[in-house]
């Protein structure tokens, strides 16, 4: 894992040519090939023969100088012995005086190192045109590999689905078919018990009868009169009993009758659109306010459609709310705010210069501490995740010490991001935070005093799985210099870069996917950043750097495409 080393880990400085102190390298003389420091600039190189007609340039623009190139010793290729004089643009080749004498007298003639410049100019546009052009098949590679890995997803997901779906009618199936066994035995029960009962009644009755019948003929084999006329009597009662009645008919088991299984019972697959690798952006402006701030550092938008806005270093926080083209103070706090998230029970967490616990202002306006405490560091950023959670991102100085904690309703500090598995600090300076669904966490990290820094990226486990750095072709000669950073509707990433009106568009592992410059759609200065629920973009300003009108402005945006 990549962390930042501590200057001059791991390489010796470049001192001085002529002193050989360490004094910081501020100049180069391109006759001399010297590097020096401002002191020996002035105080010696001056001294050494023709030092006023040297080219001394700044370190700024070391390597980027070239050479100056000769062009006075060309020689011609048609003509031996001759040095090509001129730069013919109409055949687009060098000539010599003879060449001009003879082909190119009446054609279009520059000098040579006009033609040069021309030539490198072209090759830098072509150049540049390479590198848009590699940025773009780049970038749709990126959003191509997001779509199989968003695709892959989704398949692994329809197939769980799928087969969660075929165990629950299988369970359903096994269930009515038990149902089913079930409720055919309970009639054929129902059927036997009437037919027993009447076989039963049968039985006993011809029992009955078969003893009767024996008595009857017993009587009739009688060779006593008087004891005939006895037993007559009771004999001929017995021949007249009644036999047993039965059912008519009887209830029979019913008939399973097979039945068939279709589409709506088990369910379909449904075409779910195209994919698009198409990455077209647009942001339209929607409404413009008027502030009375010298900048719009922080913006934070309630619930209730009122929103928290902060000037930050200028110590100004309010609570506003639209109105017409203005925006209606509904109260105001004297604090300088280095980070600011409101929660979803719409309570205000602040971050206050110089406290290491957050502070907090109620829906009623009451501002008191926090639970949430990052002693000994000093907070600096905040991310809220839930009710239940939020993300703040700490550093101490003076410690050299900074982190990412994960923290609970409680204050609880849950997970602490400090040091990679090799014990290095992952971060320098956490200045802004945002999550995406997947759990990645998107830091800011500032990495020098002047604002330069670059974006992290967390994964689940807490291991850096990318880091951002800005692109060569938004930031060109320009250091990368991220002031804040949010979370997209469609799960993308936007970072705002310092003095320049250009919006990064990162997808949700950290990877660039487009750009969008804010002067296109006339908004100048853009500095803060921060979506609502209804997902439109605020776009805070700040004023011009000689402006001293309080006139910081404050934009709302409808996006699409990211």
Known sequence: MACPQPHGSGQVPIKCGLCETDRSIQWKCMDCSILMCSHCKDKVHSKFKNALDHKIISREEIGLHTEELDFTNIKCDKHAGQSSCLYCNTCEVLVCPTCVAKVHKKHDL???????????????????????????????KDQ??????????????????????????????????????????????????????????????????EDKITEVQNCIDLSNA???????????????????????????????????????????????????????ISLVINNKYQTELEAIAYVSPCLDQSLWISSGAYKVLQRVKPEGTNLKVMSEFNIDVCGMAV???????????????????????????????????????????????????AGNGELKRSAVIIMNKKGDKETVYEYDEHNQPLFNNPWYITITSNGNIHVVDKISDDSRGKVVILGQEGHIINQYTGHPIISKSKP???VDIVTTPR?????????????????????????????????????????????????????????????????VINIEGF
């Open 144 to 209: 191509l590999n997001k779509l199989v890995s968003a695709e892959n997803i989704k398949y692994n997901k329809e197939k769980r689905n799928i087969q969660s779906h075929e165990e629950t009618v299988k369970e359903q199936v096994e269930q009515y078919f038990k149902e089913l066994k079930n409720k055919l035995e309970q009639n054929h029960e129902t059927v036997l018990t009437s037919v027993k009962s009447d076989l039963n009644a049968i039985s006993l009755f011809t029992t009955q009868k």
């Open 226 to 280: 008087s004891e005939f006329f006895k037993e007559v009597k009771k004999m001929e009662k017995f021949t007249e009993t009644q036999e047993p009645r039965t059912r008519p008919s009887y209830t029979s088991s019913p008939t399973f009758v097979p039945g068939n299984l279709n589409q709506s019972h088990i369910g379909s697959l449904q075409d779910d659109g195209n994919l698009s690798a198409e990455i077209n």
């Open 343 to 393: 929660t979803p029970s719409n309570q205000l967490l602040l971050c206050v210069l110089g406290e290491t616990r957050l502070q907090q202002i109620s829906s009623s306006g009451e501002l008191t501490d926090s639970v949430y405490d990052v002693s000994p560091l000093l907070p600096n950023a905040i991310h809220v995740i839930s009710d239940n959670k939020l993300i703040v991102g």
């Open 480 to 482: 990368f210099k991220p």
């Open 110 to 140: 520059i000098e040579i190192s006009d033609a040069y410049n021309i030539k490198v100019e072209r090759l830098k546009k072509g150049q540049s045109k390479m590198q848009k052009s590699n940025y773009k098949i780049n970038a749709k």
């Open 491 to 555: 799960d993308n990433v936007v970072v705002k870069g310092l003095n320049i009106p250009i919006l990064h568009i990162l997808n949700d592992n950290g990877h660039l996917i487009s750009y969008f410059n804010t002067n296109d759609i006339g908004i100048e200065r853009p500095h803060s950043l921060a979506f609502n629920t209804t997902g439109q973009l605020y776009i805070g300003c700040t004023k011009a750097v000689r402006d001293e009108a309080k006139d910081a402005k404050l934009y």
